[in-house]
Each structure stands twice: as C-alpha cells, then as structure tokens.
C-alpha cells in the first residue's frame, strides 16, 4: 500500500490513498457509513467522481472520444428538465418496448416535421386550424376511414 501527500486529504473517516492536496487533486478509499470500500476523486475540494460498493459511478462530466457502451437497461436524465442533445445520426430502429404504450411529442410539444419515405398506421387524424393533407395529385390506396 502507497500513502503519498503533500498535505492532509480532508476526510473525518478512515481513509487510504493518495493525493497532492497543493495541486488540488486527492483520491481517496474509505469506509462512508453502510458504503463500504467506497472511493472518491476530488479536486480543489469538489467532488468529481464517486463509486460505491454497490457499483453505482456518479461523474460530473463524461466525455468519451471512442465507444460509449451502456449494456442492460439505461436511464438518460431524471427530471424532465434534463435535455438531450443528439447531434449524431441514429443508425438503429427506434422501437417502444410495448406497443402503444408510449409517445412521439406531446399536446404541448410537437415535433416541427417529420420526414419519412412510408408512413403505416391504423388511425390518421387531423386537429388544429391550419390541418391539410397535400398528396400532390397522388391517391390515397387501401384507406379506411379519415378523421
């Protein structure tokens, strides 16, 4: 076991580790109450990255210039003012777990267009002051009914 400082790693519990409290950098194993063997990294007194014993990681910014890869279920965001910003291009199928059980947009929030070579669906319905359908001189095939 290697103990390197410069100065004391700031902690009221047993701890093991390193760190150069001078440049503001610590890394620290310890014992936080029912978390055992959790550790921490901070850096000029903030907490930057923590693991605990039941392998949940909490980081403050994650950058990865490769492969991201996140297997078994996966959360993005809690609250719905968290964004999601995808700037890349989706290359798989979106497809909802359950069948109508999930939505596209919102009453309040709609999406502007929507660009798509076949559209198949079982219900069309048409609200709103300004609803048109524009099929550019092309028929309808097999329709039912249109609200």
Known sequence: MVFVTEGPISTNKPTIGWGNSTRGMTFSMHNL??????????????????????????VGTMLSTSLLRAEGD?????ATSDDLTITARVDSDVIPKTTQQ????????????TYSMYVYTNRVTL?????????????????????
């Open 33 to 58: 109450g029912s978390t055992q063997n959790a550790w921490t990294w901070e850096e000029n007194g903030t907490t930057k990255m923590t693991l605990t014993n039941g392998g949940l990681l909490t």
């Open 102 to 113: 999930h939505d596209l947009g919102d009453t309040d929030r709609w999406w502007d267009k």
């Open 127 to 147: 609200s709103g002051s300004n609803a048109q359908i524009n099929m550019d001189n092309n028929p309808i095939n097999n329709c039912g009914d249109i609200d």
């Open 74 to 78: 996966t959360e993005l965001g809690n």
